[in-house]
Nanobody, 119 residues
Framework: QLQASGGGLVQPGGSLRLSCAASGFIFEDFSVGWFRQAPGKGREGVSCINFRGDAAFYVDPVKGRFTISRDNAKKMVYLQMNSLKPEDTAVYYC??????????????WGQGTLVTVSS
């Protein structure tokens, strides 16, 4: 129902744009966002955008570097990642989301895409 793409290998300070295609549900009715899981760590919320696309939330480590956006007509959500750091290395997933004292996943997930930040 949610398929992420756009990951790859990038040098520190570089940029990547992740994309996520949604299907099988009424995309424009849901907040959607990005989560990541670094090697040996648990999954964490990164960003969440509301159903209209006019309110976005970010965890502190990515504020000012990452930008989330969505296109409801295309049923797509994006994550522009700039000034990437080695600690951003993780598998990134898109999912439906809620924001209550943090970013929490809903019940719609997709396969992830690997982002590796290394020189």
């Amino acid at each position: 129902q949610l398929q992420a793409s756009g990951g790859g290998l990038v040098q520190p300070g570089g940029s990547l744009r992740l994309s996520c295609a949604a299907s099988g549900f009424i995309f424009e009715d849901f907040s959607v966002g990005w989560f990541r899981q670094a090697p040996g760590k648990g999954r964490e919320g990164v960003s969440c955008i509301n159903f209209r696309g006019d309110a976005a939330f970010y965890v502190d480590p990515v504020k000012g570097r990452f930008t989330i956006s969505r296109d409801n007509a295309k049923k797509m959500v994006y994550l522009q990642m700039n000034s990437l750091k080695p600690e951003d290395t993780a598998v990134y997933y898109c999912a439906t989301c809620t924001v209550v004292d943090g970013i929490w996943p809903g019940d719609r997930w997709g396969q992830g895409t690997l982002v590796t930040v290394s020189s």
